[in-house]
């Protein structure tokens, strides 16, 4: 059982940055791979990010490498997606997923915070 709460979303202009949050609380957390989702309008939800419990691995989306960065603090059970050179096509809602894992080629996740809208405009 695991409780997500996104946090840090916004309006930006290209090439600007934000940091997206995640608090988690749950049993799972401390052993769980993490990641972030996003979904923009008319499009199915995309996986962007994720991390394992011990930040000694980190996956990303190739269209977010080198932009994006995911981290996570575990004292204090949150995850973050630091944004930088932010796009029109970043525009989504992000959402944070635990535990994640890819099966078959697809990054999925069991528990799922609410959102966060990242919007950027042109």
């Known amino acids: 059982q695991v409780r997500l709460v996104e946090s840090g979303g916004g309006l930006v202009q290209a090439g600007g940055s934000l940091r997206l949050s995640c608090a988690a609380s749950?049993?799972?957390?401390?052993?769980?791979?993490m990641g972030w989702f996003r979904q923009a309008p008319g499009k199915a939800r995309e996986f962007v990010a994720a991390?394992?419990?011990?930040?000694?691995?980190?996956w990303y989306v190739d269209s977010v490498k080198g932009r994006f960065t995911i981290s996570r603090d575990n004292a204090k059970n949150t995850v973050y997606l630091q944004m930088n050179s932010l796009k029109f096509e970043d525009t989504a809602v992000y959402y944070c997923?635990?535990?994640?894992?890819?099966?078959?080629?697809?990054?999925?996740?069991?528990?799922w915070g609410q959102g966060t809208q990242v919007t950027v405009s042109s």
């Open positions: 997923a635990a535990p994640v894992s890819n099966v078959l080629g697809r990054w999925i996740g069991d528990y």
């Open positions: 749950g049993r799972t957390f401390s052993t769980a791979t």
């Open positions: 991390i394992s419990w011990s930040s000694s691995s980190t």
